[in-house]
């Protein structure tokens, strides 16, 4: 499996962005799929995550009632709708595709990551 993410961009506080990450493979719909952020300086942040189904989402509490993770297998796309964004949402935002069928937030726990989409919020 192959991923593509991209939709990042440069936003004021109180915007909203959709990131996509865009998959390659006959595979895709038997993943997982996550998000994960990286700012400048820190680790690697578990983000989001749907399950192969679409049927469980799963949010870190910091972005929870202002993000949304969906899918489309049809299209081997997944999305995060990034709405009421704060200065603190800026970071590098990474999509991954994990075998695991329970909530997975540990990058070990993923086998397959794409490259990054930087996203900046300004105040």
């Known amino acids: 499996v192959q991923l593509q993410a991209c939709g990042g961009g440069l936003v004021q506080a109180g915007g909203s962005l959709r990131l996509s990450c865009a998959a390659s493979g006959r595979t895709f719909s038997s993943y997982g799929v996550g998000w994960f952020r990286q700012a400048p300086g820190k680790e690697r942040e578990f983000v989001a995550l749907?399950?192969?189904?679409?049927?469980?989402?799963y949010y870190a509490d910091s972005v929870k009632g202002r993000f949304t993770i969906s899918r489309d297998n049809a299209k081997n796309t997944v999305y995060l709708q990034m709405n009421s964004l704060k200065p603190e949402d800026t970071a590098v935002y990474y999509c991954a595709a994990t075998s695991y069928t329970g909530w997975a937030q540990k990058l070990y726990e993923y086998d397959y990551w794409g490259q990054g989409t930087q996203v900046t919020v300004s105040s």
């Open positions: 749907i399950s192969w189904n679409g049927g469980s989402t």
